[in-house]
């Protein structure tokens, strides 16, 4: 054994030289460095989680609603053995002077925080502190600062109380990564809250119970969590339910193992490409090994070593290359990122060696198996090569590993299953085209420049695209590889430009670019009048009641509704209800009817009639004739489903998933909202003049908060370009494989061409236009691919299809010019090869 392990690294080592060698090494490194950057960043972030779980919550056990918790519940925790912290979570306006800003205020008592420390600047440098601001001061973020140019010692004004600023936040041990970390923070005490006046009837308020203690503690109060989660109570057990950075963060997780798998799969094609030439260099050592008798096991076992000494080797380089490119996918996703990652562990690594030797047995497998077949009579007989592996099998082998991969890193097998599925009917799909492209290529050359005189371009485009077309079972493999790339980094583009602005050139120019929430009924009418002065358009104005779903039919939310939406959103959190006579604006009943405007008013004590929003109602699984039940403070009222609606989420009007008929909530606590839009250059001074008249009136900046999004929709993005650089780098594998693979036969060509009398010139042109043709017809499958796909995400997200004419322009041209110089100048060797030499290569393949 120990000399077939000493042979195989005297072969590795002689085998270095050789260009299909290097092409799998570069391959198997790129496949490894796509995967383990993406694994150790995906595991730093999921063992943070883990490590830090309470700190991300603020405590083991967190409680939120609508209404402050009771003194019994309190007391109930307090004896099971938890310190407990209370905090109220709100957006409002922060004002200074003539500067006003929407902040998310944090109020807290004097047990914050539970766990960590806040890091804060009180004017002595940044400093830890386990508390929060004394009374009567807040500390705000220094976003919050300078946009309302406020330094420390001065005051702001928060609802109707004036505050000094104490201290400047750096980092929250609870830093919220949701949709309100949009909004800068100010931290103010409890004892301060009441004073501020934003406490009103119908405000939008999420009251938070934490609680800290053993595990022992915590599971003790478990039926009392499971009884508060049944009376619409949301329940974070952290200790249970692993806290995450939100679903977008888990898909983004997805997104990016499975666009780190679209670098191993053309690393992949690499492999196999590179593997065809490896195993025609190595027939005739096999076939001399055999005379020398060596049984077909033992050769087996020699190649098997010497391509997992490779593995290993590629494993290392590819590690060191992820290692790299994780810190930089860090670096610029870390501002969204509320908690410190420790060191990357070992499993990634792992998993990219495994990946690693999953290339090599499912993209080379089955041709390494003719070295095993190779007959000893080859020595004599040099047609006696063994017979190739069928492409079928080729596919299936390769097709099999590379679902089992899909299935390790998605972790969904059924998504594992329909990608692979459906990529192999893309593969069939495009393997079509691309033979009909081939075969229009070769009827097009040939009748390029038909006339007796040609010039030396006229003649490499006719020999170039011959060549390229005559080759054609080799140039197909090359071409679907490059139009897969191709389409990938479009397909980015579009995402991350062209979708995103087609959603908003869709928008009027008037479009409400501002909220305004917590509109007591007492100053709906002063308010409504000071608005219609000042603002160019405005929506109507309508009531707002906040209420839980507790039953569904009679029955429990979580009992009724389909197994996969018991942790929907609608289930979790206070809805808000509305009343209206009529059908409002972007509104439209898709199903039933919409009841009479005195349907509220009949008295009785069964169910009213309510109108729902569609996409909720398919979420839940209820329709027409169903009953919802709402708990409202501590009444509860019950509507029948008499009408579905489907709303216009994207025109930033007030929309509402469920509707009453007026007369049956305006007994209850409520409050008023509108959306407007304000010119731009007004801005400054109309807000001075709402918050100044009104200073309990939320106003939300919906440009800003696009900003914002915009912001954070430009990192990730990026960060998927850089995991996106990797499948472009594993596409010029490809093509470095490819020419490998394709050596003896282009040195060959080469070397007929200087025979009959070609000089370097006209052969350096056909090899360029032969790439060239390769690349702008890899385009243009790519740019079919690409509008394809578009149609598809145009459809899901509901905007207008269209084609993208420049995209037909850019691929195929750029598709040129990047193949085109790449192979021109990996192929400088062949060109430079006697032609005795060139032509020697014939036998090899």
């Known amino acids: 054994m120990t000399h077939w392990l000493a042979l195989s690294l005297k072969g590795l080592r002689r085998d270095l030289r050789a260009g299909d060698v290097r092409a799998l090494f570069v391959a198997l490194a790129l496949a490894v460095a796509a995967t383990t950057m993406i694994g150790f960043f995906l595991d730093r972030l999921d063992r943070g989680l883990t490590r830090q779980a309470g700190q991300l919550t603020g405590g083991d056990i967190k409680l939120e609603q609508g209404e402050p918790f009771d003194d019994a519940l309190r007391a109930s925790l307090r004896e099971a053995g938890l310190t407990l912290s209370d905090q109220v979570d709100m957006v409002s306006m922060v004002s200074r002077s003539d500067a006003f800003q929407l902040a998310s205020l944090k109020v807290v008592d004097a047990a914050y925080p539970l766990y960590g420390e806040v890091r804060v600047d009180r004017g002595d440098g940044v400093e830890a502190l386990a508390r929060g601001p004394e009374p009567g001061g807040v500390w705000i973020a220094p976003r919050l600062a300078q946009l309302l140019d406020v330094t420390l010692g001065e005051t702001v004004r928060v609802g109707a109380s004036e505050l000094a600023v104490t201290g400047l936040i750096e980092r929250e041990p609870d830093q919220s990564a949701g949709f309100s970390a949009f909004s800068p923070r100010l931290m103010m005490r409890r004892t301060d809250l009441e004073a501020t006046g934003l406490v009103r009837p119908g405000s939008r308020i999420e009251y938070e119970l934490l609680a800290k203690g053993p595990p022992g503690a915590v599971a003790a109060v478990s039926a009392t969590l499971e009884r508060l989660a049944a009376q619409g109570v949301r329940v974070v057990d952290v200790r249970d339910d692993r806290p995450q950075l939100g679903s977008a963060l888990e898909r983004a997780d997805k997104y990016l193992s499975l666009a780190g798998l679209a670098a191993v799969l053309l690393a992949g094609v690499a492999v196999a490409m590179a593997t065809r030439r490896y195993v025609d260099r190595h027939l005739d050592t096999a076939a001399l090994l055999r005379c020398f008798g060596a049984s077909q096991r033992k050769l087996a076992t020699l190649f098997a070593w010497q391509l997992l000494w490779l593995a290993l080797a590629a494993s290392v380089a590819g590690a060191l290359l992820g290692m790299a490119g994780q810190a930089a996918l860090l670096a610029l996703l870390s501002r969204f990122l509320p908690l410190e990652l420790p060191p990357p562990g070992v499993l990634p690594l792992l998993l990219g060696v495994l990946t690693a030797l999953a290339v090599l047995v499912g993209f080379a497998g089955p041709t390494l198996l003719r070295l095993k077949r190779v007959s000893a009579l080859k020595v004599l007989r040099r047609e006696l090569d063994p017979l190739p592996a069928a492409a079928w099998l080729v596919v299936a082998v390769a097709g099999l590993v590379f679902g ?71 140039s197909l493999g090359q071409l679907l590889a490059f139009a897969v790339t191709f389409a990938a980094m479009a397909i980015i583009t579009l995402v991350r430009g062209d979708l995103l602005t087609t959603w908003q050139t869709q928008l009027p120019a008037d479009t409400p670019n501002f909220f305004a929430i917590n509109i007591q009924p007492a100053e709906r009418e002063g308010f409504v009048e000071l608005l219609d002065a000042v603002a160019d358009t405005r929506t109507a104005l309508y009531p707002m009641v906040r209420g839980r779903i507790t039953a569904i039919d009679g029955r429990s939310p979580e009992a009724a509704v389909p197994e996969d939406s018991r942790g929907d959103n609608a289930l979790r959190r206070e809805l808000n209800l509305t009343w209206q006579t009529e059908v409002p604006e972007g509104n439209r009943v898709v199903a039933g009817e919409w009841f009479a405007a005195d349907a509220g008013q009949a008295g009785g004590d069964g169910p009213v009639p309510i109108s729902l929003e569609s996409g909720l109602a398919a979420r839940l699984g209820v329709g027409l004739g169903d009953t919802l039940s709402f708990t409202i403070g501590s009444e509860r009222v019950t509507g029948r489903i008499t009408s579905l609606r489907d709303l216009d989420w994207d025109s930033f009007r007030p929309n509402f998933y469920v509707i009453f008929p007026p007369g049956v909530l305006e007994r209850y606590g409520h409050s008023y909202l509108t959306a407007f839009h304000l010119d731009a250059a007004a801005h400054g001074d109309v807000l001075a003049r709402l918050v100044r008249a009104y200073p309990g009136v939320s106003l939300l900046n919906v440009d ?142």
């Not at 081939?438 to 009748?447: E, I, N, P």
């Not at 200087?754 to 499958?781: D, K, N």
């Open 404 to 474: 089992a991969l899909l299935w390790l890193y998605s972790g969904d097998p059924a998504l594992a299953a329909t990608l692979l599925v459906g990529g192999l009917v893309a593969l069939a799909l495009l393997w079509g085209l691309g033979w009909l492209l081939l075969g229009l290529m070769l009827r097009a050359v040939k009748a390029f420049g038909g006339g007796e005189r040609q010039g030396g371009w006229v003649r490499a485009v006719r020999l170039g695209g011959s060549q390229l077309a005559r080759r054609r079972r080799a």
């Open 704 to 845: 800003a908060i696009l900003g914002r999004v915009r912001e954070l929709l430009d990192q990730v993005t990026r960060a998927v370009e850089l995991v996106l650089a990797f499948v472009l780098l594993a596409g010029v594998s490809v093509l470095y494989a490819a020419l490998t693979a394709s050596h003896a036969q282009r040195a060959h060509e080469s070397g007929l061409l200087r025979v009959f009398g070609a000089g370097g010139r006209l052969i350096s042109r056909v090899q360029g236009v032969e790439f060239a043709l390769l690349g702008l017809t890899s385009g243009l499958m790519a740019a079919l691919l690409t509008e394809l796909a578009a149609f598809g995400l145009y459809h899901w997200l509901a905007l207008p299809p269209r084609l993208h004419g420049l995209l037909w322009l850019v691929l195929p041209l750029g598709g040129a010019l990047l193949i085109g110089a790449i192979g021109h100048g990996l192929s400088r060797g062949v060109r430079r090869q006697a032609p005795v030499t060139s032509l020697g290569l014939l036998g090899e393949g």
